[in-house]
Structures are given as C-alpha cells and as structure tokens.
C-alpha cells in the first residue's frame, strides 16, 4: 500500500498561441514536484523532482486541419506518441489509431483531450517512495478532466544521450550489454507504472490508462 503524502506540482504553462500552428492544440506543462512533511519532523514542502506532462487538444486540432500525429510531432518530446497511430498520418492524414488501443482502455472513438506524461524525474535521494506514482496520479487528477486516456512512454533516464551511466557503457564499447541493461531497466519501469493502473500497448514503447483507473 502506498504511503498518503501530500503533493504539490508548480507548473509553468507553455502553449502556442499561433492558429495556424499544431503548438496552438498542445498545452504544456512543466516544473517542480514538490512533497509535504518529507523530512523528519518538518511540517513543509521539499522540492524532490521535476515532471512534464502534456495536454493534446485532438477536437481544436481536428477543426483547425490537423491530424493527431502532427500534434504529436510538433514537440520533439512527444513524438513518440505518433507510435498510437498506424498508417501514414503525414501525408493527409491516412493514420488510425491502433485497434488495441480502443479494446485496451474499452473507450470508444477516441476524438477529444489526450494527456501525455512526458518526462518524471525524481532525484536520486528521494526514489523508492513511490513518489512518481504520486505525483502522476496529481496530473491525472487535476489535468485529466476531459481526456479521452493517459500516455506515457516508460524510459529509464540514465540511458539518455549525455548521462553518466550512458556514458560509462558507451566506454566500454559493450554495446550488447549496454543494449540488455537498457531493456532490463524499461521492464522494470513497466511493472512500475503498472502498479498505478497503465498498461503495455502492444507493439509500441508506450503505455495507455483511463482518466479513472
């Protein structure tokens, strides 16, 4: 059973405001996730990671010509959510979503708000509290509304371009353990994120749940 705490997200939005761009249907936001009564005896909040999620406004976009894969692809971050649609959505718009997806969360047509977990980095110090799970499930709680599912793409941070980890690996010229310890690492993240709900969509690196678990 996890731990009650109490959990503060202080986001930044950031959404374009252009009309004729796809940046004007995604809303993103982003900052500090902050935990109530952390440390031993003190009543306050302790800054403990950072997380980006994002809204995609499928219906605006659909008004507005776009189709939901170029919504996806405008943020270099979300890109790997064009991986929910099969079929060419970049030429007029031939993509579909996947069948699994709908028989997965037993939603139907899916037409109008996605919310995206984009990044969840908690530091170092703070890991093993389940304090991820919290602060996702305060995303959904409070930027959900409204949303046909939730994504995310399960990666283990340390195997980004530029992390130390990353880096030691690549020294050693050991590409084919770097590439089992990356995939080992994904797997637990998978079981992980499991435990609050989302599940594997098959043939994809992403994950899907409902608003409501």
């Not at 952390?38 to 950072?50: N, P, Y």
């Not at 996702?136 to 995310?152: T, Y």
Request: hydrophobic share 40%; charged share 25%; glycine share 14%.
């Amino acid at each position: 059973m996890e731990e009650e705490i109490g959990i503060k997200l202080s986001f930044r939005v950031e959404f374009g405001e252009d009309p004729g761009q796809p940046a004007a249907f995604v809303t993103a936001f982003s900052g500090k996730i902050s935990v109530w009564g952390l440390e031993e005896g003190g009543g306050e909040f302790t800054e403990v990671g950072s997380m980006t999620v994002c809204v995609a406004d499928l219906a605006g976009g659909r008004e507005a010509g776009y189709v939901p894969g170029e919504l996806f692809d405008d943020r270099t971050s979300t890109a790997c959510f064009t991986e929910l649609l099969i079929g060419c959505w970049a030429t007029g718009g031939g993509a579909v979503w996947r069948p699994r997806l709908r028989r997965l969360l037993q939603v139907g047509p899916v037409s109008g708000r996605i919310l995206l977990i984009d990044r969840v980095e908690i530091n170092e110090s703070y890991r093993g509290r389940n304090l991820g799970h919290s602060a996702i499930n305060a995303a959904i709680k409070h930027l959900g509304f409204g949303c046909d599912f939730v994504a995310l793409k399960p990666f283990p941070l340390q195997f980004e371009a530029g992390h130390p980890v990353r880096q030691r690996w690549e020294a050693s010229e050991d590409l084919e353990g770097l590439r089992r310890a990356e995939k080992a690492a994904t797997r637990q993240l998978e079981l992980h994120y499991g435990r609050i709900g989302f599940k594997k969509l098959a043939g994809t690196s992403l994950m899907v749940r409902g608003v409501k678990k």
